[in-house]
């Protein structure tokens, strides 16, 4: 089955610092989004992405993230100033049609960020 | 909104014994019902799904799920635990938004003995 890859599987850094978080979608899907787990938590939407735009985002995402597909396949979150807070498991995820109601999401299997 | 509750954190069965994991829902609208497993520092894989039809879902690894509208449940179960099924288990239910996007419950971690 196809997959979804997330570079790195963990990042570390210091608070203050900008991350740059990468993720290479099913190459036909249309829809893309970010997820994040702090520990012990559930998993909390941030971002979905169609059609080169943010489609929705939740109060989670701020100012401080961004997201971009800069050349069509790669799909990146970015913080542009890490907090204590950010520390968490980011999950990429794509859906194969627009928002199809009936299609799961593919999962990467996360970059773990630790913010010192 | 949209939301599920998984009201278990913990749920513990002896291998080979049956297991329940319980999922409610609460959506304005068809529900679009998932479960998803969690292998420790994996990501998210799709276990199962319910969008309409028969009620008794099956999926991978032998799960199944049972979609119960008048009791707004989706709970998980199989017939027989192996110690391999011990992970964490997420419901969730598909936004009313049109982006896709998973809500997902709290998670309950599943602890199959042997």
């Known amino acids: 089955e196809p997959e979804v890859t997330q570079t790195p599987s963990h990042q570390v850094t210091q608070m203050g610092q900008e991350v740059i978080l990468r993720c290479v979608p099913i190459?036909?899907?249309?829809?893309f989004y970010w997820y994040r787990q702090i520990l012990g938590q559930k998993v909390e939407f941030l971002v979905s992405?169609?059609?080169?735009?943010?489609?929705?985002k939740s109060e989670i995402f701020d100012d401080q993230f961004s997201v971009e597909r800069p050349d069509g396949s790669n799909f990146t979150l970015k913080i542009r100033s890490t907090k204590l807070e950010d520390s968490a498991m980011y999950f990429c995820?794509?859906?194969?049609?627009?928002?199809?109601?009936?299609?799961?999401?593919?999962f990467g299997s996360g970059t773990q960020l630790s913010v010192l | 909104a949209q939301s599920v509750a998984q009201p278990e954190d913990q749920v513990k069965v002896a291998e080979g014994n049956p297991l329940t994991v319980k999922c409610t829902y609460s959506?304005?609208?068809?529900?679009?019902l998932f479960w998803y497993v969690q292998y420790p520092n994996r990501g998210l894989q799709f276990l199962l799904k319910?969008?309409?039809?028969?009620?008794l879902v099956k999926g991978s690894y032998g799960f199944e799920a049972e979609f119960n509208k008048s009791q707004t449940s989706f709970h998980l179960k199989k017939p027989s635990a192996l110690v391999s099924d011990s992970a964490l288990y997420f419901c969730?239910?598909?936004?009313?938004?049109?982006?896709?996007?998973?809500?997902f419950g709290q998670g309950t971690t599943l602890q199959v003995k042997p």
């Open positions: 995820a794509s859906n194969p049609q627009s928002g199809g109601m009936n299609e799961k999401l593919f």
């Open positions: 190459s036909n899907h249309l829809y």
């Open positions: 992405f169609y059609n080169n735009e943010i489609s929705e």
């Open positions: 959506v304005s609208g068809n529900p679009y």
């Open positions: 319910y969008i309409t039809g028969d009620n």
């Open positions: 969730a239910v598909r936004d009313s938004s049109n982006t896709g996007k998973l809500i």
